[in-house]
């Protein structure tokens, strides 16, 4: 009999039927129609967030609220410049949404509408549309590096928009139609800033970035995309530097036509992207520069005795005990099992990780966790390890056996799994 037949399942294919599953199955491999040619990026109109409220144990926002936060502020932006706002309570439809009076924003929309075209037009010339993206600025060497090339970002813009867009926004902006709905939110790319990086400042380097897209960030909605073909993760990261840095440009321009509104033109907004453009581009392609130093993983630790010890240590640096203050404690309370809400730089919600599960969003290799160790995650709130710990490495890698050892209690020392698990181990 023709096609195929599942004595268990009950279900049957025929041979045409076989052959279109194959042809939608393969289709998947291949990149989708490139942007219509005349759609542009939009100008900038969501606040920019100057400052996040600088609060802890917040209530998390609740599914739908995300992008109802960040209207309200837009809301409260514009009350405030028409002289409406009330200086005691919000209006009736903001009541519902938590500490908005507390941010520092800006609106892009009450800027002066001629230095906004400016940027708008300047913006295209050195970025290109979504279906013709591009990096023209005077470096070619830094534009090699990163692969910022014409034919690399025009592959990555394709893939972007079938794999990266519908949470990740047409701009980077990390607002697309599925972004309210999952949380922790997608990532804004437009500030230039990440989290999980292995560089002490500054952008990331393209291998975080490839880390990222192949292991994906555990405990997120971000999946892992380590079976697509090299070359598409290749060009989707090229593509994903060019929004970045066309967003973080674009967001320091639009900071600086709020410093000077009343004298600002055109002419000094053309100016100042040629001022700073080559400075950013200069931050990406110098970013493996400030590498983290790495000290190898100590041998001796493969001995059992040696690695119940070098635990043992973690732990008393992670809770402040003798004598190296790790201050991880005061953060992880109860090692992350009460942790709360906070403000992250982007103004959104985030929360210290609880070390007991094993989900480590920043890679569970241990020197993803070195580098979270060494320079923390700045955007949300994690500092950099304190100088008794980051000069002598050795404390770090005592640290990253803690925290591997720390979700299973039976690696823990008897002494150290009492002290965390109790009766409950």
Not at 81 to 97: H, I, M, R, V, Y
């Amino acid at each position: 009999m023709a096609g195929l037949f599942s004595a268990r399942n009950g279900w049957r294919l025929g041979g045409a039927a076989v052959v279109l599953l194959t042809a939608v199955l393969l289709s998947g491999c291949e990149p989708v129609d490139p942007y219509p040619a005349d759609l542009t990026y939009p100008a900038r109109s969501d606040v920019i967030v100057v400052e996040a409220p600088k609060l802890e144990d917040v209530p998390a926002d609740r599914p739908g609220q995300f992008t109802a936060i960040f209207a309200g502020l837009k809301t409260l932006d514009r009350l405030e410049s028409e002289g409406k706002l009330n200086a005691n309570t919000l209006p009736p439809e903001l009541q519902d949404l938590p500490n908005l009076r507390l941010y520092k924003t800006i609106d892009p929309e009450l800027l002066p509408a001629g230095a906004r075209e400016a940027l708008q037009k300047t913006l295209e010339k050195h970025f290109g549309r979504p279906s013709a993206p591009k990096v023209d600025l005077d470096d070619k060497a830094a534009l090699e590096q990163l692969k910022l090339d014409d034919k690399t970002l025009a592959e990555g813009s394709k893939l972007y928009r079938r794999h990266c867009l519908h949470c990740h926004g047409l701009t980077g902006d990390g607002r697309g139609p599925t972004a309210p709905w999952v949380n922790p939110h997608p990532r804004d790319y437009r500030p230039g800033i990440y989290k999980f990086i292995s560089v002490t400042e500054g952008r990331p380097t393209r291998e975080d970035l490839s880390r990222t897209l192949h292991e994906g960030i555990e405990g997120t909605s971000m999946p892992s995309f380590k079976l697509l073909p090299e070359e598409h993760i290749t060009a989707i990261i090229s593509y994903v530097i060019h929004l970045s840095l066309r967003g973080q440009i674009e967001m320091e321009v639009l900071k600086y036509i709020d410093s000077n509104k009343t004298d600002v033109k055109a002419g000094d907004v053309v100016d100042y992207v040629g001022q700073i453009a080559p400075v950013f581009l200069k931050g990406w392609s110098d970013a493996r520069a400030n590498e983290i130093p790495v000290l190898e993983y100590p041998k001796e630790f493969n001995d059992k005795k040696v690695f119940e010890e070098s635990v043992r240590n973690g732990h008393k640096i992670f809770i402040n005990e003798g004598g190296v203050e790790g201050a991880c404690i005061g953060c992880h309370k109860d090692y992350g099992r009460q942790n709360q809400f906070r403000y992250d730089v982007w103004g959104t919600m985030v929360r210290p990780a609880n070390l007991t599960t094993g989900i480590y969003r920043g890679g569970r290799r241990p020197i993803d966790l070195y580098y979270r160790v060494h320079g923390g995650i700045p955007p949300s709130g994690m500092p950099k390890a304190p100088d008794t710990v980051a000069k002598n490495p050795k404390y770090i890698w005592d640290l990253v056996n803690f925290v591997q050892a720390l979700p299973y209690p039976s690696m823990l020392p008897p002494d150290v799994r009492d002290r965390i698990y109790g009766d409950k181990k």
